[in-house]
């Protein structure tokens, strides 16, 4: 997995953004999304929601090699997000924590998890699936403290990685928090 993440929601800036990549092979399945404030209308002063930041973009786009051989599986799709995070109940994992500006000289060790729980993904007011496995789990309106963004991808039909990234009451990232979970064999 790789990415990027707005380090900080900052009033500044026209947006507020991250993009998550899931690499299995040679595909790579990509979802953006990008948070903006509401242009106010004509006549009106827009103080109540100049504050506020919306969803205003969320983006999902599969990327195949046609010179993979074999060709990589196709992913399942996350369409019927329920179902699929119903599925994924109980199922073990492990769990890596980066934190910004505290890059480590090589990869954290992995450490068990709670198994997985479909009410530890859906934290947001907006839950949705997409084609290649893709799911998000995100407030359509940011709050004004604390909060967090979950993006999963089921990357076969026994594996499926959550990424959560925490934000402090202060809106800054505290960390990106990536979760492997595997079918029980």
Request: charged residues 25%; proline residues 12%; hydrophobic residues 35%.
């Amino acid at each position: 997995m790789a990415g990027q993440s707005s380090l900080v929601v900052d009033p500044s800036q026209p947006r507020f953004g991250h993009e998550l990549n899931v690499f299995r092979g040679r595909s790579r399945s990509m979802l953006v999304l990008l948070y903006g404030r509401p242009e106010p209308e004509p006549g009106e002063s827009g103080l109540s929601d100049e504050a506020r930041w919306w969803l205003q973009s969320l983006g999902v786009v599969p990327f195949r090699c046609s010179l993979a051989r074999p060709p990589d599986p196709p992913r399942p799709a996350a369409t019927d997000w329920r179902a699929l995070l119903a599925e994924l109940e109980g199922w073990p994992g492990q769990l890596e924590r980066l934190e910004p500006h505290h890059w480590p000289a090589r990869d954290p060790e992995p450490v068990v998890c709670e198994p997985f729980r479909p009410d530890s993904f859906c934290h947001g007011s907006l839950n949705a699936g997409f084609a290649d496995g893709l799911l998000c789990s995100l407030p359509e309106v940011l709050p004004p403290g604390a909060f967090r963004l979950e993006l999963g991808c089921r990357l076969a039909t026994d594996r499926f990685h959550q990424v959560s990234l925490l934000y402090d009451a202060g809106q800054r990232l505290t960390a990106w928090e990536l979760r492997r979970f595997q079918r029980p064999r």
